[in-house]
């Protein structure tokens, strides 16, 4: 059983950056593969970016790649999202969510994750 729970979260101006952090409980967090995941008002679940356990692959949605990096740091049991150059259709809830296969090429399906955080609120101002 794994807990996750997001931070990071606010409200931003569009341009500015953000980071949001990933804590998963357990000692075998790090046998964990982990993926950001984000909600827009109105809008169903859109997948970010994905790091496999090791963390030497990474995976992202076309709409964020060159401005979002995720790594992690298992010694810490953290995963992280940097957001750069935030955009207002940035604005969503964002969700991290965990599974124990070291790698799945569905990796962009929220139906791949059996542990899901709580979610933080990102708000970008234009």
């Known amino acids: 059983q794994v807990q996750l729970v997001e931070s990071g979260g606010g409200v931003v101006q569009a341009g500015d950056s953000l980071t949001l952090s990933c804590v998963g409980s357990g000692r075998t967090f790090y046998t964990y593969r982990v993926a950001w995941f984000r909600q827009p008002p109105g809008k169903e679940r859109e997948f970010v970016a994905h790091i496999n356990w090791r963390g030497d692959r990474t995976d992202y949605a076309d709409s964020v790649k060159g401005r979002f990096t995720i790594s992690r740091e298992n010694a810490q049991n953290t995963v992280v999202l940097h957001m750069n150059s935030l955009k207002p259709e940035d604005t969503a809830v964002y969700y991290c969510?965990?599974?124990?296969?070291?790698?799945?090429?569905?990796?962009?399906?929220?139906?791949?994750?059996?542990?899901w955080g709580q979610g933080t609120q990102v708000t970008v101002s234009s």
């Open positions: 969510a965990a599974e124990g296969a070291q790698y799945s090429a569905r990796y962009y399906s929220p139906g791949e994750y059996d542990y």
